[in-house]
Structures are given as structure tokens and as C-alpha cells.
């Protein structure tokens, strides 16, 4: 297929006479003014791991707790973007991981799962941020997981597998791109990596500004370039971050870090810049099954949102793209005498599970103090003496994994909540669905309906008005 054919321009309209009918405003499209059709910016953000059901939740938890909805849906509400349907498979299955789906955008191409844009017969393909560097434009990554971690990799480095984070780490002092944010101080701290290298002060020396804390983030105006790491692995999920003081004082939000990356990445810079922000721990939440730690960090990605969207409505130079990698879980509403009733528990949650489970492991030891420690967590949530056995026999078992490495209960627990929330889920793993993905600004009305995943990376050197020559 001819770049060329993937764009196209059409009109909703075409159809009108046979809406005549319908209420105006459910026809109202408010795509806006730009001030050209070619974007200067781009702002990619992925809700990683998000199924059509966890952006539905979210919506519906924000209007049970504040009244009002999500800003990812009231976009859709307002008619201020376009909206597509985006086939997610990788090159070896109709399931990808997140390695395979980011470097379809990242590098243009199909790739297995678990590569990094590179093809199953060794061909590497420059991602787009390497690309865009190229071009002049001022490039960069925000996530709530590891830096070095798969989605971001995707759009920066060619690499085989997506586990040898170290090296990705090395990768990125070499590209010297201009804002990195996130989580992995295991892969730049010299008392953490197996080849004790001090990735911070090699950073440094190539005249980064390096941040550790959140408090440095928020209070810096300079112009070098930022590596900000603040945490060893992923950054807290954004419910237990809320319920405890010191990791809010000391770790920004997703929408703190997208905030001042827009503002250091836009500062006086006439040829335009591309960041890619994640809600990478949406994934992981999906992972362990777990409603509250999905929801509130999906409403973390959602606030995330605003920040982008408030600066592109002013800027009308910028292109949003927001969407997800894949399902995961495929969370979803369970029908149900009371089904109302339990989802508005969800607003007395305070921790996620993986924090629930943490503390039983450490401090449980019977019945009742299991179940003492899920009500106070969960909304006076209550669970049976038969549950609490299962919660502490699950822990004299090896059922761990990648995003189980703690040997934690995520499925049982998660079973018994079911009934306290009436959601449900299909798995603990990816989903092949076809995935959201909407379009804001300039070039925007150049997306087709329905999509493949590899085909944003064209579009987005299309609308840049970037050459593919590199």
C-alpha cells in the first residue's frame, strides 16, 4: 500500500439527510481552527495496556466521584478529535507485546514480540524519535514505569530484546535525546548495574540535568537537557501515591512530568519537538487483575491528557495522538442486581492490591487480621475465613512472573472483589482487540477510520512534513 493511501479526506456529513432527525449537537464537530495542516509538534500518548473497558470505567468512576467524566471522552463528547479503530499484531501474533506494538509505531515495520525494531532476519529499523532528532526537532519520553522500559524503547533504540534494559540505558546516553523521564534508576546507578558504570555522572557530563527527586523537577527552569529517574523500577501506582505523603512530595505525577516536559521541550524552539508520554503501569495493573490500581492510574493518564491538551488548544501547531499498545485483561462491568452499588465502592479504595498483598505478607498471620486489613484498604470490604486461607496458602507457592515477582495472590484477590465491584476480567494477560485511538491538531482529519499500528509512523512524518530519507 502507497503511503499516500492511507490518508484521505472525508466528511461525516456526507450522509446528512438521514440524520436530519437526531439532536444537533450529537453531529457537532468542534476539530478547531489550526493554524496550518502541517503539525510542528507531536504529542504520542499511550495508555499502555488499556482495554476498551478500562477507558470506560474510568469515565464512569470520574462521574461517580466528581460528577464529570474523563477528558480522553469528553474529546469524543465535544467532537474535537478524530477517532479510529487500530489493529495491534506484531509480526509473529495477532497478540503483540508491548517491544512489537511500540516499535510499529516507533520503527514503521512489524517486528516479534519481545524485539525492539529489530526484524526477525537481523534488518533494524531507526525509530521515529532518531528520525525526528535527525529533522532538527527536539525529541523526548515520559512514562510512570522504567524509562528503559519497552514502550518508550520502542520509539528510541534498535535492539533485539527488550529485557537488556542496561543496555538500553546505554543506548540512551548515546542518542543524547533531549527529555527522559520516568522510573529505572536500577539501569543508571553504578551500585545497581552489574558492571557498576555510573550512568548519572556520564549523563552529566554530557551536560544533562539530572533529577531524583520531584521537587527538582518542579522548581527547574534551565535549558540542558533532562534525565529525571525516580524510582528504581516503576514509579508508584497512582492510588497508593495519593494515600501516602512522602511519595507525593517526592515523586511527580504522570501529569507533573508531561506538564514540564511540553514546557522544556516547546521553550524557544522554532522547529518543533515529538514526545512520547506513557501510562505505562495501566499495563501492569491490568496484569494483576487489580480494578483500583487500573482505574486510578488511568485517571493519572487522564489528567495527563488535560496537560497535553491545554497546551496543543493554545498552540494549534500541535498533533495529539492518544491510544494504547493493545488490551490487556479485557476488564469489564459485570451485570448484576447491584452492579451500581459496587462499582461506587471503588471510590473508598485507598491502596492498590499489590500494596494490599505486600502488607499481608509482612504483617497477616490469621483470619482476622486479613480480614481487619482489607476493609480498612478496601471500603469495609469483607472476605470469608475460607478467602483468607487462600490468601495465605497462595504465598508457600511459586506462581510468580514478570509482573508477579513479589509471589503475590493478584487472582485470588482479585476473584473475591468481584463480587464487591462487579468487574470482571477474561485473563491476566495481552488481548488482540482492536484498540482507541484518536487524533487532535493539525493533520488530524487525515486519519482514516481504521488502522494498523505500524502505519502511525508514517503518518506522523507525513504530517510533519518530515522526508522519510534517513
Not at 432527525?21 to 504520542?44: E, L, R
Not at 463528547?77 to 509505531?105: F, N, P
Not at 516503576?234 to 516536559?261: C, F, G, V, W
Request: proline share 3%; charged share 25%; with cysteine.
Amino acid at each position: 500500500m502507497k503511503r499516500r493511501d492511507f490518508f484521505k479526506n472525508s466528511s461525516l456529513f456526507a450522509f446528512g439527510g438521514l440524520v436530519s432527525n437526531f439532536h444537533p449537537n450529537i453531529w457537532v464537530n468542534n476539530k478547531g481552527n489550526f493554524k496550518s495542516k502541517k503539525a510542528k509538534n507531536i504529542i504520542f500518548m499511550v495508555s499502555d495496556g488499556m482495554s476498551s473497558g478500562t477507558l470506560n470505567m474510568a469515565d464512569r468512576l470520574l462521574q461517580v466521584k466528581n460528577g464529570t467524566g474523563s477528558h480522553w471522552l469528553d474529546l469524543y463528547r465535544e467532537g474535537k478529535i478524530s477517532r479510529a479503530l487500530m489493529d495491534t499484531a506484531s509480526a509473529d501474533s495477532l497478540v503483540t507485546d508491548s517491544a512489537a506494538a511500540s516499535s510499529s509505531w516507533g520503527g514503521g515495520k512489524r517486528v516479534p514480540n519481545g524485539s525492539l525494531n529489530v526484524s526477525a532476519n537481523g534488518e533494524k529499523h531507526l525509530p521515529i524519535l532518531q528520525k525526528f532528532k535527525k529533522s532538527g526537532k527536539k525529541v523526548g519520553c515520559v512514562t510512570s514505569v522504567p524509562i528503559t522500559h519497552a514502550t518508550p524503547a520502542g520509539f528510541c533504540v534498535m535492539q533485539k530484546n527488550r529485557g537488556d534494559q542496561d543496555k538500553i540505558a546505554e543506548d540512551y546516553l548515546d542518542i543524547e535525546f533531549d527529555v527522559m523521564m520516568g522510573g529505572g534508576n536500577e539501569n543508571f546507578d553504578a551500585g545497581k548495574r552489574e558492571d557498576g558504570r555510573d550512568l548519572y555522572s556520564e549523563f552529566e557530563a554530557k551536560n544533562y540535568q539530572v533529577f531524583r527527586k520531584r521537587e527538582e523537577l518542579i522548581d527547574y527552569e534551565g535549558s540542558k537537557r533532562i534525565l529525571g529517574v525516580f524510582a528504581d523500577e516503576a514509579l508508584p501506582y497512582a492510588i497508593d501515591r495519593a494515600h501516602d505523603l512522602y511519595l507525593e512530595q517526592n515523586t511527580p505525577s504522570l501529569a507533573e512530568m508531561a506538564k514540564h516536559a511540553v514546557q522544556h521541550l516547546s521553550k524557544n524552539n522554532d522547529e518543533g519537538f515529538v514526545l512520547q508520554i506513557e501510562g505505562g503501569k495501566v499495563d501492569w495493573a491490568a496484569h494483576a487483575n487489580d480494578a483500583a490500581a487500573l482505574l486510578y492510574d488511568q485517571i493519572a493518564f487522564d489528567e495527563a491528557i488535560k496537560e497535553v491538551m491545554d497546551f496543543a488548544e493554545k498552540d494549534r501547531e500541535t498533533l495529539v495522538i492518544i491510544t494504547t499498545d493493545h488490551g490487556n485483561a479485557n476488564p469489564g462491568l459485570i451485570k448484576g442486581r447491584d452492579v451500581d452499588q459496587n462499582f461506587s465502592h471503588l471510590q473508598d479504595f485507598t491502596h492498590t492490591n499489590n500494596w494490599l498483598l505486600q502488607e499481608i505478607k509482612k504483617k497477616a498471620n490469621s483470619f482476622s487480621s486479613i480480614r481487619e486489613m482489607i476493609a480498612s484498604v478496601n471500603g469495609d470490604q469483607t472476605i470469608t475465613e475460607e478467602e483468607a486461607k487462600v490468601l495465605l496458602n497462595y504465598y508457600q507457592k511459586n506462581n510468580g512472573g514478570l509482573y508477579n515477582t513479589g509471589n503475590l495472590p493478584y487472582g485470588p484477590l482479585s476473584e473475591m472483589q468481584k463480587k464487591y465491584t462487579s468487574i470482571g476480567w477474561i485473563s491476566m494477560d495481552h488481548s488482540g482487540d482492536y484498540v482507541e485511538l484518536a487524533a487532535y491538531g493539525p493533520g488530524s482529519d487525515q486519519l482514516k477510520p481504521f488502522v494498523k499500528n505500524y502505519e502511525l509512523h508514517h503518518f506522523m512524518l507525513e504530517v510533519t512534513e518530515v522526508e522519510d530519507k534517513f
